[in-house]
């Protein structure tokens, strides 16, 4: 059976933009830099941690302006802020060159973490991890103390030396700004995890390295179970191949051992964690709901895929971000290699967002109002698939050819 699409062409739904209860799908140009190719693609959403928090349509975005094009000096990394769900962007900080390399897979994982209130940030990137503090057009940017490429080179080559910084990675900021954890290994040395405390003078103390996670592959996500708790009970890790969970509530962390999340199939790299409503995993080649405590099954629907020029459809989808909306857990957002697909019911059903230009996506976002701020590298937007305006458009396949 054909999944529903949408009659008019993105172009058209753009024009036909209305109030809120349409279904429009926004492009965003607001964003700072050279609005070179990819310089528009938000690489991270993150929004304030404090369970006080009520401004859900404020969210921090991370951005790398990397285009060859560019003078070195002019290439940058930008930490952007919107109050009106995405709509438009204010730049809050400009990070240079010193403090990545645009030669190492830069610009695809890159991590961002936002201290309460917004005041200070952490990134990451090739280079080791950061504490940004805005200041003026540019701003105050420290290194935070992490593990060096060791003397014994890993078998694969990257351009680095001994005693360089160690690519940084997932990033996770408690609640209350007042621990941070940090992922941090990519070929130039084995998946680690650091721990740190927020020091009287306000920089990031090392605590040291948790326990050694039972994979040699790299860390590409971290989430806790109460992302908003200042007192989260554990921490979930996504690799390269699979994902574990750390008790946090031990008196040593460093002492703990990985829990091994069952039901992930082999070689799944997990590219996102959302814990709304329990553990949800975006991979590849899958999405993974919870099913217990420890556990979880992938989405086996065959008709989860729609391709927008080919009605042949199964369930491996290259997922990259599976976002839930807090106030409203049945609806759901996966952006993935192939588009983005929303789900109304739970991931029940799924319909490809068709409305969107075709590309790659990487991440999303719920406003307060059921809005989602989605990008990818064909660039960023503001979508309302889950209005009411948006059924009327929908129609079969078979319908619309006739």
């Given at each position: 059976?054909?999944?529903?699409?949408?009659?008019?062409?993105w172009?058209?739904?753009?024009?036909?933009?209305a109030?809120?209860?349409?279904?429009?799908?926004?492009?965003v140009?607001?964003?700072p830099?050279?609005?070179?190719?990819?310089?528009?693609?938000?690489?991270?959403?993150?929004?304030?941690?404090?369970?006080?928090?009520?401004?859900?349509?404020?969210?921090?975005?991370?951005?790398?302006?990397?285009?060859?094009?560019?003078?070195a000096?002019?290439?940058?990394?930008?930490?952007?802020?919107?109050?009106?769900?995405?709509?438009?962007?204010t730049?809050?900080?400009?990070?240079?060159?010193r403090?990545f390399?645009?030669?190492i897979?830069?610009?695809?994982?890159n991590?961002?973490?936002?201290?309460?209130?917004?005041?200070?940030?952490?990134?990451?990137?090739?280079?080791?991890?950061?504490?940004v503090?805005?200041?003026g057009?540019?701003?105050?940017?420290?290194?935070?103390?992490?593990p060096?490429?060791p003397?014994?080179?890993p078998w694969?080559?990257?351009?680095?030396?001994?005693?360089?910084?160690?690519?940084?990675?997932?990033v996770?900021?408690?609640?209350?700004?007042k621990?941070?954890?940090?992922?941090?290994?990519?070929?130039?040395?084995?998946?680690?995890?650091?721990?740190?405390?927020?020091?009287?003078d306000?920089?990031?103390?090392?605590?040291?390295?948790?326990?050694?996670?039972?994979?040699?592959?790299?860390?590409?996500?971290?989430?806790?179970?109460?992302?908003?708790?200042?007192h989260p009970?554990s921490?979930y890790?996504?690799?390269?191949d699979?994902?574990y969970?750390?008790?946090?509530?031990?008196?040593?962390?460093?002492?703990?051992?990985?829990?091994e999340?069952?039901?992930?199939?082999?070689?799944?790299a997990?590219?996102?964690?959302?814990?709304?409503?329990?553990?949800?995993?975006?991979?590849?080649?899958?999405?993974?709901v919870p099913?217990?405590?420890?556990r979880?099954?992938?989405l086996?629907?065959?008709?989860?895929?729609?391709?927008?020029d080919?009605?042949?459809?199964?369930?491996?989808?290259?997922?990259?971000?599976?976002?839930?909306?807090?106030?409203?857990?049945?609806?759901?957002?996966?952006?993935?290699?192939?588009?983005?697909?929303?789900?109304r019911?739970?991931?029940?059903?799924w319909?490809?967002?068709?409305?969107?230009?075709?590309?790659?996506?990487?991440?999303?976002h719920?406003n307060?109002?059921?809005?989602?701020?989605?990008?990818?590298?064909?660039?960023?937007?503001?979508?309302?698939?889950?209005?009411?305006?948006?059924?009327?458009?929908l129609?079969?396949?078979?319908?619309?050819d006739?």
């Amino acid at each position: 059976m054909a999944l529903a699409a949408p009659l008019m062409t993105w172009g058209q739904k753009v024009a036909a933009t209305a109030g809120a209860n349409s279904c429009y799908v926004r492009a965003v140009k607001s964003l700072p830099g050279s609005h070179a190719f990819a310089a528009e693609f938000i690489e991270v959403m993150a929004t304030d941690p404090r369970p006080t928090a009520r401004d859900r349509n404020t969210v921090w975005a991370l951005t790398a302006d990397l285009n060859t094009d560019l003078p070195a000096e002019e290439r940058a990394l930008y930490i952007s802020k919107s109050s009106n769900g995405g709509e438009t962007w204010t730049q809050v900080a400009r990070v240079d060159s010193r403090y990545f390399d645009s030669g190492i897979d830069e610009g695809l994982r890159n991590g961002l973490s936002v201290a309460p209130g917004g005041r200070e940030f952490v990134i990451t990137t090739q280079k080791g991890s950061f504490q940004v503090i805005p200041h003026g057009p540019d701003a105050v940017v420290k290194y935070i103390e992490g593990p060096r490429v060791p003397h014994d080179r890993p078998w694969v080559s990257i351009p680095k030396k001994e005693g360089d910084p160690v690519r940084a990675a997932a990033v996770k900021m408690t609640g209350d700004g007042k621990k941070l954890f940090v992922g941090y290994g990519y070929f130039d040395m084995e998946p680690l995890l650091f721990a740190y405390h927020k020091g009287r003078d306000g920089a990031w103390v090392e605590d040291g390295p948790l326990p050694q996670l039972p994979t040699d592959l790299d860390i590409f996500s971290m989430e806790f179970d109460r992302p908003r708790d200042p007192h989260p009970r554990s921490l979930y890790v996504g690799t390269g191949d699979q994902v574990y969970r750390l008790d946090l509530r031990a008196s040593d962390l460093r002492s703990g051992k990985w829990i091994e999340i069952q039901g992930v199939e082999p070689d799944s790299a997990i590219h996102g964690i959302n814990t709304v409503g329990g553990l949800h995993l975006a991979a590849c080649w899958g999405v993974y709901v919870p099913v217990g405590r420890d556990r979880v099954g992938r989405l086996t629907d065959a008709e989860f895929i729609y391709h927008k020029d080919d009605d042949e459809t199964g369930p491996n989808v290259r997922a990259y971000g599976i976002e839930i909306d807090p106030a409203r857990p049945s609806r759901q957002v996966v952006t993935a290699l192939t588009g983005v697909y929303i789900s109304r019911d739970s991931g029940g059903s799924w319909k490809r967002l068709n409305e969107l230009p075709e590309g790659e996506y990487r991440t999303a976002h719920f406003n307060a109002d059921g809005s989602v701020i989605i990008s990818g590298l064909p660039g960023t937007f503001v979508a309302n698939p889950f209005s009411s305006g948006c059924l009327p458009h929908l129609k079969t396949r078979e319908e619309a050819d006739e």
